[in-house]
């Protein structure tokens, strides 16, 4: 049996490459995918326990200060009585007061450190190995406030060393000088972020700004406690929480490592399902490929199974011979593709490098990774090759001798039935996305439909299809005609050789939609709610604090009102709220009032988003209860209630109401009216002069607002298009493959065109043509699948982040002709070589 | 047409598969003038080199040594564009089976070569081979919904589509029964006659021969001998001769 399949294999090598090809492919995308997720979490994992160090409990605020660290809570600071209080405690070894925060040191050339991402690290330098991983390997710890050491690997990034002065942006300017360098956990830094340590006093300084200070009394961000050797984890953290008593919450040493880790695996359980569906979409793409491969073989080898089948060989075994083969096949290709996917996974490492999240380090294989890659392109190959089998195993033999030359078989009542009902599923799917309540998650069920229906339904729709795009082709004379007819000769062969190109375009075409239309919402956004001439924006949305005064004494500025993040109770439920000049603000954004007054929005008023007063049963006029993060408390009434709140929020809030009571107020972005008759170019200048001395700090004005986001958009979307070039380089060599397959097929028949008169130029572009054909058809349904998905899930958003449907058409025209253009490309080898043959050889081989 | 000048002439044509001791000379010196407004029949045992004669004749395939000449041109100098050109403007072929494109109809099958030149079949001579091969009711069929019979006589259509100076027929009635063959072979005939005409062809079937002006026989690469309008048993007994009356082509 082995010695047959082996014969087989070494008969079909050429024929088999591409699928080989497929397998190695997809399944390398996977490996690579898997093997850089793993290492990457692994990582992770490991920066994190080095970081957590032997930190034995944490005692912090259980109150929420301004703003967000990353997505992260920030506590407000904690009594330093709390620490005094947990120093007493039995079995204490050591606890310390510690400040977290955003540090960001400019290099030696005047340059910010670190990229737009990863966390610029502002920490607290202990004395005690136990609590932290960093280590001096050069120079001395921090003891002056204005003293800090650097990790190793920040330094050489900024090219400073032991005793130069720089700068650390706190985001208030620090002016520091560099004592000593420190290893984390003996590597030069913690991943790709940058970090500077202060001594108790220096974090006490510049740190708590973040962690505030009450009544200007400065607390503490948290204390770090290490227990005395022989404490159970448990009850040591039980009777430091009993100790630090009310307002404060006490984590245990398994509870802190598994925050630290919270973060990361938010990252990694977008990350993971993300790389994931590009890896499945590949081998799905490759599944195509290596099931026309098969069905070619398969078709070839009917006759010759016929003959066997005549002369007594069984139908199982026809089966068997050609699942073995696969499984050979699949197996090997398993292998070979696993070896790749290493090389995949470096590649993924450096593009998410890019992105922030490089480590440093080797690949982490680990057994199951290999073994699921393995098993998962050995049956993906046996799958696919398995409906061309059982077909022709059920071949009769006579049926078998005669040469089916032009398939008649794709149009049957089942696929036709079955085609119809999914579509009609997805049709219903849209529907409750659209126009009924399933929102996004219906949408998606509907597109996944819509494909299937138009994979059942390929076979039956290519060939009128194929007929229609392959018209224009009529002007190339017979030639076209020729090229046209064979498109659509074997039309099961066209759908499923047309089916990977199409998945990926659809793809393709998608994102680039709802890119289009999400960066076409935000600038109809811009273009509406900012009224203002310019904006100033800071690196990690925080605007130092006094800049937006700073900005508002300039002669050319009319007004400058920054706005930003506070946090307040409001009848009693914790929010995050806006706090700026309210009146001004309104003057510069659009917030479409339902209700009240905008501009009556000072003293001991507020406004609310009309989502916010239906949630919370608010009206004009109604008084609402507030505690501030340092307990005082105060009453507010509603002024007015607006609708938008892009930008704005849920909370409108006076800054008088905020300022002075334990939040320090940092603006996400200052909005600038310039005086009247100053040129926009004049007005930055005279800003960017203000600004000068803020490294992070960027003035835009509205159109560069907007050309910014739009470029975080098309980042994104550029990523994808790079993770889907594969499954793309996978469709185009299954398109190549299969017209290899059908030249070969056609042996005879090419050599009678020969033979007849056709010059190997004609005939040479009979075959780039039907390859335009296959192409462009799997390229114009891929579209059209894409575009109307991004309908779809633009009209079932109801997060109201995508306003408008915004169609592309020159990328969307580009795309297709990329398209055309990749069908040129995947005949060049199928057609050289089918028209060096000589024609006699053609007819001889009859 | 001008009578008795040859269209295409076969000089010292020799023709060697393989090398040393393993070396087949499918044509071991081969002297043929094919004259034009004639039907040829060339005739001999399997194996001794009927189609690489024809092939070599029709610019299919190159001689070892020796020239072919047709029309004029001598063949051995031209390029593969050119030889191509030549088979399509020049001559016809119809072929024992597989003479046919699948995916075209019967119509579009005639007019190819005219088409593949970019040209337009002129009417008139459409409808008369037509009309000469007896299709007219089945033009906008596919090869597959017709009998053999039909299907060599749409490659009959095919190959007199171009006016051609020659055409070759290689076993035209090799898979057809025998009424179906005696038709082809008398439109064959009808085509010399009646359409002035050059036809060449192959065969091992003595009856095939009688439709001919004249026959040569092939042996071992070489021509031993001729007949003026051969019958069957001049046919057979020369076959016999050489030996070769059992297999078929
Ligand atoms: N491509 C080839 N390679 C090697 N030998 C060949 C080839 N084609 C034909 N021959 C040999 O040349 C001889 C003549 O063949 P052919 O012209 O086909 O004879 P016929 O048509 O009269 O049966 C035969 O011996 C055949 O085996
Ligand atoms: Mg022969």
């Not at chain 1, 967000?68 to 809570?73: A, I, M, Q, V």
């Not at chain 1, 039995?90 to 400040?99: F, H, K, L, S």
């Not at chain 1, 597109?447 to 009529?474: K, S, Y």
């Not at chain 1, 005086?675 to 000068?692: F, K, L, M, P, Q």
Request: contains cysteine; charged residues 20%; aromatic residues 4%.
């Amino acid at each position: 049996m082995l010695r047959v399949t082996l014969a087989n294999i070494g008969a079909h090598k050429r024929r088999l490459v591409s699928t080989f090809t497929a397998v190695v492919l997809g399944v390398a995308f996977l490996a690579g995918v898997l093997v850089q997720t793993a290492t990457l979490q692994h990582k992770f994992d490991v920066m994190f326990d080095t970081s957590s160090a032997e930190v034995d409990a944490v005692v912090r605020s259980d109150r929420s200060a301004p703003g967000y660290d990353d997505g992260e809570r920030i506590h407000a600071p904690l009594d330093p009585a709390v620490l005094d209080r947990v120093r007493l405690v039995p079995g204490v070894a050591d606890a310390q007061a510690d400040w977290e925060g955003t540090a960001v040191v400019i290099g030696a050339d005047g340059d910010p450190l670190g990229t737009n991402g990863p966390p610029k690290l502002g920490l607290t330098w202990h004395d005690d190995p136990e609590l932290s991983a960093y280590r001096i390997v050069d120079g001395r710890a921090p003891v002056a406030p204005d003293e800090v050491v650097l990790a190793v690997g920040t330094a050489s990034d900024g090219d400073l060393s032991v005793g130069d002065r720089t700068t650390v942006l706190v985001p208030d300017e620090v002016a520091v000088t560099v004592v000593g360098l420190a290893t984390f956990g003996g590597r030069d830094s913690a991943g790709p972020t940058t970090t500077a340590l202060f001594s108790e006093a220096g974090a006490r300084a510049h740190l708590a700004t973040r962690s505030g200070g009450v009544d200007g009394t400065v607390g503490l961000g948290r204390i770090l406690l290490t227990a005395a050797p022989g404490v159970d984890d448990d009850t040591f953290a039980s009777t430091v929480r009993a100790a630090a008593g009310d307002g404060t919450e006490t984590l245990s040493r398994s509870e802190f490592r598994a925050e630290n880790r919270d973060g990361i695996d938010d990252v990694m359980n977008f990350l993971r399902p993300a790389l994931l569906s590009f890896a499945l979409i590949a081998l799905l793409v490759a599944a195509f490929s290596i099931y026309n491969t098969f069905a070619i073989i398969v078709a070839q080898r009917t006759r010759e199974a016929g003959l066997l089948r005549a002369i007594g060989a069984s139908r199982s075994q026809t089966l068997r011979a050609v699942l073995a083969e696969s499984a050979l096949v699949g197996l090997v290709a398993s292998i070979v593709g696993l070896g790749l996917g290493l090389l995949v996974a470096v590649g993924l490492g450096s593009l998410l490098a890019r992105g922030g999240l490089g480590l440093p380090g080797g690949l982490l294989l680990a057994p199951a990774t290999s073994i699921g890659c393995v098993v998962v392109g050995t049956v993906v190959t046996v799958l696919c090759a398995l409906g061309p089998a059982v077909r022709a195993s059920r071949v009769a033999p006579m049926q078998a001798l005669r040469a089916a030359d032009v398939d008649q078989s794709a149009t049957s009542v089942v696929r036709l039935v079955i085609g119809s009902l999914t579509a009609a599923a997805a049709v219903v799917g849209v529907l409750w996305a659209t126009v009924g309540s399933g929102g996004m998650a219906a949408g998606g069920l509907a597109i996944a439909l819509g494909v299937l229906a138009l994979v059942v339904l390929g076979p039956i729709v290519a060939a009128p299809a194929g007929r229609v795009i392959g018209l224009p082709l009529r002007l190339r004379g017979v030639t076209g005609d020729l090229a046209r007819l064979n498109a659509v000769r074997n039309p099961r062969r066209t759908a499923s050789s047309s089916a990977a190109l199409m998945i990926g375009v659809a793809i393709v075409a998608l994102f680039t939609v709802l890119a289009a239309s999400i960066t076409a919402t935000v600038d109809d956004q811009i273009r509406r709610q900012v009224g203002g001439d310019l904006v100033v924006t800071a690196l990690g949305g925080t605007v130092p604090p006094g800049t937006a005064a700073e900005v508002a004494e300039q002669p050319e500025v009319a007004t400058a009102t920054g706005f930003g993040p506070a946090t307040l109770t409001l009848d009693g439920q914790e929010e995050q709220v806006i706090t700026s000049d309210v009146p001004t603000l309104t003057g510069l954004l659009e917030t479409d009032p339902v209700a009240g007054d905008m501009s009556s929005v000072v003293g001991d008023r507020l406004a609310v988003s009309q989502a916010e007063a239906d949630r919370r049963g608010w009206a004009v006029g109604d008084t609402i209860d507030v505690e501030r993060v340092d307990g005082t408390r105060t009453e507010l009434v509603v002024g007015a209630v607006y609708r938008t709140t892009d930008l704005l929020g849920d909370v409108l809030v006076p800054r008088t109401v905020v300022v002075d009571h334990g939040q320090p107020l940092t603006d996400f972005a200052v909005m600038v009216e310039l005086a009247d008759g100053v040129s926009v170019a004049a007005g930055r200048a005279a800003i960017e002069r203000t600004v000068a001395d803020l490294p992070t700090v960027d003035v835009m004005d509205r159109d560069e607002l907007s050309a910014s986001i739009a470029q975080e958009v098309n980042t994104v979307l550029y990523l994808v298009y790079g993770m889907l070039a594969l499954s793309i380089v996978i469709a185009l060599m299954g398109i190549a493959n299969t017209l290899s397959l059908s030249t070969l097929e056609r042996t005879r028949e090419l050599g009678l065109l020969r033979a007849v008169g056709q010059t190997r130029r004609q005939a040479r572009a009979m075959i780039r043509l039907e390859s335009v054909v296959v192409a462009v058809y799997g390229t114009a349904l891929g579209m059209a699948v894409g575009v109307l998905g991004a309908w779809v899930l633009v009209a079932s958003d109801t997060s109201g982040q995508i306003g408008g449907f915004t169609v592309p058409a020159d990328q969307l025209a580009v795309v297709l002709a990329l398209g055309a253009l990749a069908g040129v490309v995947a005949a060049i080898r199928p057609a050289s070589r089918a028209s060096r043959r000589q024609p006699l050889e053609a007819i001889a081989g009859g | 047409m001008t009578i008795n000048v040859p269209v295409a002439r076969l000089v010292g044509a020799e023709k060697t598969y393989g090398s040393g001791p393993n070396a087949v000379h499918a044509l071991a010196g081969v002297d043929l003038d094919v004259v034009g407004g004639r039907f040829l029949a060339v005739m001999g045992p399997s194996g001794s080199g009927k189609s690489t004669l024809m092939h070599c004749l029709a610019g299919l395939d190159t001689l070892t040594r020796g020239s072919v000449i047709v029309g004029g041109t001598e063949l051995g100098s031209l390029s593969d564009r050119a030889l191509t050109r030549l088979r399509r403007d020049r001559i016809g072929f119809v072929f024992q089976q597989f003479n046919l494109i699948p995916t075209l109809t019967c119509r579009e099958n005639i007019e190819l070569p005219v088409r593949l030149a970019g040209r337009r079949l002129d009417r008139a001579w459409f409808d008369t081979i037509v009309g000469a091969v007896g299709l007219g009711h089945r033009l906008d069929h596919r090869p597959a919904e017709l009998s053999g019979g039909q299907q060599q006589r749409v490659a009959v259509a095919r190959a007199l589509a171009t006016k051609p100076d020659l055409m070759f027929a290689d076993e035209p009635t090799g898979n057809l029964d025998s009424r179906t063959g005696a038709e082809i072979l008398a439109f064959l005939r009808d085509a010399v006659d009646e359409l002035g005409q050059t036809v060449a062809m192959v065969t091992h079937d003595p009856v095939a021969s009688t439709y001919a002006h004249g026959a040569v026989i092939l042996s071992d690469g070489r021509i031993v001998d001729r007949v003026e309008e051969p019958t069957v048993d001049a046919v057979l007994d020369l076959l016999t001769n050489v030996g070769g009356l059992t297999c078929s082509a």
